[in-house]
Structures are given as C-alpha cells and as structure tokens.
C-alpha cells in the first residue's frame, strides 16, 4: 500500500516536496512512479524512479525542475517539485511498478497540489 502526502496550495515560483510511503517490505523491489490526474486529464506521467534509485525518467513538462528520489531504508519516495507553475494544479499518485518504464498499479490515495498565479 502506497500513502502520498506533503500536498498543498502554493504560489507559483514556490517549491514543494511530496512524500510516497509504502507499506510491506517489499517496497524495495520496486520501481515508483508519480502519476498527476487534472479534472481535464487523466492519470499523466511526471516522473519515475527505479528500484536501486539509480535510474530517473520524467515527463517533458516537468524536466528540470522536478527531482525523484527514494530511500528504500525509509520505505519513501519523494517528489521535489521547483518553480512551480499553475499547470501543475493536479492531484498527485504514486503507483508501483516491476521495472521503470513497466505498467504501474497500486495506487495510494493521492495528494492535492495547487498553484495559484
């Protein structure tokens, strides 16, 4: 079972990180994912981590200003998220899945991300 936190409201230009906690002990064994669902989209990619944290993939409109990183000593995995623009108004997922680019599922609840202009 995976927990998202950390969400809020902040003004565009800010920073803000947000947390995905897995439950179980196999948490290690898999790559994770941060998914963001908009009342006009559904669930769109923003970034991967692999297992090992050694590999990172993320979506165009995030390069650069978004960082996924894991401890898997903590079970978490985190989302910093930098000059933050209003697009990125969405609830944020993180799912699981066996390899970077593979299918991801178990999603937690999500947490609400909104930027004001």
């Known amino acids: 079972q995976l927990v998202e936190s950390g969400g809020g409201l902040v003004q565009a230009g800010d920073s803000l990180t947000i947390s995905c906690v897995g439950s179980?002990?196999?948490?290690?064994?898999?790559?994770v994912g941060w998914f963001r669902r908009t009342p006009e989209k559904e669930r769109d990619f923003v970034a991967a981590i692999s297992v090992s944290g050694g590999s990172t993939d993320y979506a165009d409109s995030v390069r650069g200003r978004f960082t996924i990183s894991r401890d898997n000593t903590k079970n978490t995995v985190w989302l910093q998220m930098d000059s933050l623009k209003p697009e990125d108004t969405a609830v944020y997922y993180c799912?699981?899945?066996?390899?970077?680019?593979?299918?991801?599922?178990?999603w937690g609840q999500g947490t609400q991300v909104t930027v004001s202009s």
């Open positions: 799912g699981s899945a066996g390899w970077l680019r593979g299918e991801y599922s178990n």
């Open positions: 179980g002990r196999f948490f290690s064994a898999y790559a």
